[in-house]
């Protein structure tokens, strides 16, 4: 079954294949909730499709694959959709989370975002990296990664905004579970990123180790290969797509239901400067995309950088985001083969 968009408005693609007998296990995958990482996300769909030609999946297996799913995102290469909304941050299990206050994004809200026209020089940046350097000797890295990276639901046109309310991409989700993927004993959910970790590195992000249901994903991509939210170096976020999905399949549909996010490294965020860095980024293109810069330059130039940290550019790092996203999926139709 196949949806396309004959008229270029702006809308969400996707591709089902059915398992050919017993609906036993669906793998569902998502791209391009944060718009302009759709790029290298549908790379990634369409390798996995066209191996299937090749090998095919066993008959008891299906494909549900969601493509672009913030059309506005993806055209406009933004992260956030027409509202301003980091779908990951948008997909609530339950309504309460709207109201929630993030007193440590508050603390740093004006640095994260200047109500001024972006001016790129010397003295701009090494500005960003002090007052950055600055906030992090007052609370640690860690603290102001999970402050900022979380979500915020107060500054609708700040970065990280979760919203105030679901929009309308969580219908779209909630259909294509009901009708397809609940008719599967289990499911397995990827959602592909890019821009957190390591250059070059795809990084298995899962919400945290504390899932006793976690134990299958060490299965499936080694004992120390998956990363957890609440480690070093990494951050806990609530309204994601994947624990959405994995909440409505396991309770709503008493389903058994995996997943994480395949995130593909491109900044070195995980290191201190590399984290600055990527901030420096999001934070320029907010301010272009609220205030403008004051040259045309200076616009063409934020929107490069932002397209190098969620697209990147060298040809290297793409074939080694492909070669590895091969090796995920492989392990994943493995597993689960092995226990049809
Ligand atoms: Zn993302």
């Known amino acids: 079954m196949f949806s396309k968009n004959q008229n270029h408005e702006l809308a969400v693609d996707y591709v089902y294949l059915p398992a050919g007998s017993t609906h036993k296990t669906l793998v569902l995958v998502n791209s391009g909730i944060h718009g302009i990482e759709g790029f290298v ?12 030609k090749e090998s095919p999946l066993p008959p008891e297996m299906g494909v549900l694959m969601i493509h672009g799913l913030n059309p506005f995102g993806f055209i406009n290469q933004r992260r956030v959709n027409e509202n301003n909304v980091d779908l990951n941050r948008n997909f609530a299990i339950k309504p309460s989370l709207f109201s929630k ?24 940046e090494v500005s960003f990296l002090f007052e950055a350097a600055r906030y992090i000797f007052q609370y640690s890295l860690g603290t102001m990664r999970q402050g900022v990276l979380q979500g915020q639901y107060s500054s609708p046109e700040g970065l990280y905004f979760g919203g105030d309310r679901a929009q309308n991409q969580r219908a779209l989700v909630d259909l294509l579970l009901q ?33 006793p249901e976690s134990i299958v994903l060490k299965k499936i991509f080694g004992e120390n290969s ?83 940290m969620f697209y990147p550019s060298d040809p290297e790092w793409r074939s080694a985001a492909l070669r590895q996203a091969q090796q995920g999926w492989d392990q994943v139709i493995r597993y689960y083969s092995s226990i049809q």
């Open 41 to 52: 996300g549908s790379a990634v769909q369409r390798q996995w499709l066209l191996h299937l």
């Open 101 to 124: 206050q993030n007193l440590e994004y508050k603390k740093i809200e004006r640095f994260l975002n200047p109500k001024r026209p972006v001016k790129l020089n010397f003295i701009s």
């Open 179 to 211: 009708e397809w993927a609940a008719t599967y004993e289990r499911i397995f959910v990827i959602d592909i990123h890019t821009g957190y970790g390591q250059r070059g590195k795809l990084h298995y992000l899962a919400a945290s180790s504390a899932d």
């Open 226 to 308: 998956v990363d957890f939210g609440q480690q070093k170096d990494f951050y806990l976020v609530e309204g994601d797509f994947v624990a959405y999905c994995l909440n409505r399949l396991r309770n709503d549909f008493r389903r058994s239901a995996q997943g994480l996010a395949f995130e593909f490294g491109t900044l070195d965020s995980q290191k201190t400067l590399g984290s600055i860095e990527s901030l420096r980024r999001m934070v320029l293109e907010n301010q272009v995309w609220n205030y403008r810069s004051d040259t045309q330059q200076d616009d063409v130039k934020v929107r490069g950088l932002f397209r190098e």
